[in-house]
């Protein structure tokens, strides 16, 4: 079974091997790491841990464990040669344009989806997509390496050293993901806000550390539209008991987060 610092060695590098605006390296990389992650969950790793390891959500391991299913699902069809790289954006653009119909299984909804890839010849309009945001991350980390505070622009200066395309929106959303979950081991990313900018810098976080009220919001928000989704989803037709109590934990912790976010705009009226 893979370390969690060989499953994270592996996913880095094959992350640092993006090239900006190369969607056929996209593709490849993406489908890499798809491979990985099916790898790693059948030695036992759970999505959550992936996750864990490389800096992401749940959902997003997810969405690549499909990802990685499709190919295995692809790669027994000799006919298949998609128009486009297939990167895992455009599946799961034709995936989530598939629709899941009454008792489909998984691969009869992958035979639909794989037809409807083999006419995708449609463009990536993102100017984002190609950027690799593992690059961009460790260039940011790279800026604030020297403990001092520094504005976005003087971050995404830095930043375009390496990766010339880069939009200062970029700079501020990955700043933003890495103060809540990517950001180095061991540290943390704080901001202040001044009469005209606001200034990060790298620090090290300490065990017990106060969470940000501001952060823990953006958190709450960020959660809550997941387990309504997940509500949702345990909902389905098809419902046994763990599932049944599955979801009595969702709706409980649901309920507290709204519970949590409806105190914190009572107190900012008073």
Excluded at 142 to 150: A, N, P, V
């Amino acid at each position: 079974m893979m370390s969690e610092q060989q499953l994270k060695q592996r996913y880095d590098d094959l992350e640092a091997s993006r090239v900006a605006g190369k969607e056929e390296v996209d593709a490849g990389v993406d489908q890499d790491v798809a491979r990985l992650f099916l790898l790693a969950e059948k030695e036992g790793w759970t999505q959550e841990n992936i996750g864990k390891v490389v800096g992401k959500g749940q959902q997003w391991v997810s969405r690549q464990l499909i990802f990685g299913r499709f190919l295995n699902y692809a790669g027994r069809r000799n006919s298949f040669s998609p128009p486009k790289p297939l990167t895992e954006w455009r599946f799961r653009k034709n995936w989530k344009a598939s629709g899941k119909q009454p008792k489909e299984t998984e691969d009869e909804r992958f035979a639909r989806v794989l037809e409807m890839v083999k006419k995708d010849d449609s463009e990536r309009h993102s100017p984002d997509a190609t950027i690799p945001k593992q690059g961009i991350r460790k260039a940011i980390l790279k800026s604030l390496d020297d403990g001092r505070q520094h504005t976005t622009a003087e971050i995404l200066e830095a930043v375009k050293t390496g990766f010339p395309d880069t939009s200062e929106k970029q700079v501020q959303d990955n700043i933003q993901d890495m103060k809540k979950r990517f950001c180095k081991k061991g540290y943390t990313i704080q901001s202040k806000r001044g009469p005209r900018h606001t200034r990060y810098k790298l620090v090290k976080r300490a065990v017990g550390d106060p969470v940000d009220p501001e952060e823990a919001g953006g958190i709450i928000a960020e959660v809550i539209p997941l387990l309504e989704e997940t509500v949702t989803i345990l909902k389905g037709p098809e419902v046994n008991r763990a599932n049944s109590h599955a979801l009595e934990n969702v709706w409980k912790s649901l309920q507290a987060l709204k519970r949590l976010q409806v105190e914190r705009k009572e107190q900012a009226v008073a």
